[in-house]
């Protein structure tokens, strides 16, 4: 494999995108050539720089589809300068094109997300969700007075009383999380299939439920939505803002939720 055509991949090499007799290749090529694992590791570390300093959300097909045609007509208008200089420094400019890329949909996707506050919490909570998953299936479950005792030490505002679970779900585990920007109570249930809810409690303060998107569950209209495969409802009681993520799907979520509520 030939220096030019081994450049043509690099960016992908990285994404692990490449197939695996490619990515052998390439990886063969560069292990003999310093100018291409050069560039290999730069394109690498920006990589590695832009994701460790920014969160990473999903960008609307449509707003993707529109930053990438600003980026491929930028590319073949290049003026004069950016000619010669990408001439001169063909990693350089390949790893700072795929930096520039990941960037703007980075921005885009904040700009998407201000115009609706609660997606940021829904992803931030998913996320926390699925981490907390990971921490308790290795754990024995835990005694729910304890647990419930436990967090009110921890946070600065009252929260009780608490859904302690029952013969069908069970309350195996407490900690306290942090929603944008807000320390929350968190409550981790599982039921008996084996299947996870996170329910985190917080200031209710700044949080406004979307009126769209209510859900009609017996006389209560919470706000639901989905978010990477996971069931999400958001409700206001007692000045603090209710928040369930779930492993249950849209005709299962609205009985732990009921648990919940009733329980509150």
């Known amino acids: ?46 990589r590695t720089l832009v994701r460790a300093q920014v969160p990473r959300y999903t960008v609307p097909p449509a707003l993707r589809a529109s930053i990438q045609a600003v980026i491929e007509t930028a590319a073949a208008r290049p003026s004069p300068a950016w000619r010669r200089w990408l001439r001169l420094h063909p990693w350089p400019a390949g790893a700072l094109a795929g930096a520039v890329c990941l960037l703007l949909l980075v921005w885009g996707g904040y700009r998407w ?10 992803a931030q909570a998913v996320a926390e969700h699925a981490e907390y998953i990971k921490e308790v299936r290795t754990r024995p479950a835990a005694d729910p007075v304890a647990v419930v005792k436990g967090l009110r030490s921890q946070v600065d505002f009252p929260f009780e ?18 929603l944008s920007g807000r320390r929350a109570a968190t409550f981790i249930y599982k039921d008996r299939a084996g299947r996870y809810t996170t329910l985190f409690l917080m200031p209710g303060a700044g949080i ?5 998107d209510r859900m009609l569950i017996e006389t209560f209209r919470p706000h639901y939505r989905t978010a990477s ?35 509150a």
Request: net charge negative; hydrophobic share 45%.
């Open 229 to 263: 495969g996971r069931s999400l409802i958001l409700w206001k009681h007692r000045d603090l803002a209710w928040l369930l993520v779930s492993d249950l799907d849209k005709s299962e979520v609205p009985a732990m939720y009921l648990k919940v509520r009733k329980a």
């Open 208 to 212: 406004v439920v979307p009126e769209g």
């Open 161 to 178: 009383p608490i859904f302690q679970g029952d013969p069908q779900v069970q309350l195996v585990a407490g900690m306290v999380g942090e």
């Open 113 to 122: 997300m201000a115009k609706d506050p609660v997606s940021v919490l829904a």
């Open 1 to 46: 494999m030939e220096c030019a055509e081994a450049r043509e991949h690099l960016a992908d090499l990285n994404r692990g995108q490449l197939g695996a007799d490619l990515t052998e290749a390439v990886r063969g090529h560069a292990a003999q050539c310093p100018a291409c694992q050069a560039g290999l590791e730069a394109d690498a570390e920006i």
